[in-house]
């Protein structure tokens, strides 16, 4: 159950974004004459996107890292820092509707251990529900991916500006989304053991007849 006191969040991340001068699989805009394969680009660009689903306002982070639980994890805590101060304080309860990828599943380690850490640092609950399998098509973030291909299609994303102003050009239900880049560099592959696995999961909550896809973290207070 939920009321007006709960931000309920749908978050997601779309496949790399390479930046450099190839045509991207559209007609090239502009004068310059676009490669017509990736020519070795040097940088690579992961969007997350969170859409808040009452205000319909989207935020997208890109980062130049690896897209690991650490990114994800991370990029919430940037967009819960960037809300107004007022909004927060409403704040009771933090839904988030999110996908069973690998970097964010709930089994997932260093994801559970980092979305505890998150709770704690908040002082709010956190519920974690994840779409079945299948059903990306549900997620609301999967079609602002698709918006932003069409909005961009063809454009030779040159350099990190180009494709951040061409982000913040775009529009979801009328709105200009939030946007903004990470530089961190992430590690792959981190994991936690089983010993310290077993305090992390010992804040969890997992709805006994849905726990893998219904998991709410409590903050501790104390």
């Not at 390479?18 to 680009?41: F, L, Y």
């Not at 069409?150 to 350099?159: F, S």
């Not at 989304?177 to 590690?187: C, F, G, M, Q, T």
Request: hydrophobic share 35%; proline share 5%; aromatic share 6%.
């Amino acid at each position: 159950m939920t009321d007006d006191t709960t931000k309920r969040i749908r978050i997601d991340c779309k496949a790399t974004v390479n930046i450099g001068a190839d045509s991207r699989g559209g007609k090239t805009r502009g004068d310059n004459q676009a490669a017509d394969h990736d020519m070795g680009c040097k940088e690579k660009d992961t969007p997350f996107g969170m859409i808040d689903e009452d205000t319909a306002q989207l935020a997208l982070l890109f980062g130049s890292s690896a897209k690991t639980s650490d990114f994800i994890v991370d990029s919430l805590e940037h967009w819960w820092k960037q809300l107004p101060l007022a909004e927060r304080d409403d704040v009771t309860l933090l839904q988030i509707k999110l996908d069973n990828g690998p970097e964010s599943s709930g089994r997932r380690t260093q994801f559970l251990h980092r979305m505890v850490a998150f709770a704690d640092t908040i002082g709010l609950p956190i519920q974690l529900l994840y779409d079945p399998p299948y059903h990306s098509k549900d997620n609301p973030v999967e079609r602002c991916w698709g918006i932003l291909e069409q909005h961009w299609n063809g454009t030779q994303l040159v350099d990190v500006t180009t494709l951040l102003e061409w982000a913040k050009s775009m529009t979801w239900k009328g709105i200009k989304p939030l946007v903004d880049i990470s530089r961190k560099v992430y590690a792959k592959g981190v994991t936690l053991t089983k010993g310290a696995m077993k305090g992390v999961e010992a804040r969890l909550e997992r709805n006994p007849n849905l726990p893998k896809w219904d998991i709410l973290i409590r903050p501790d207070c104390g």
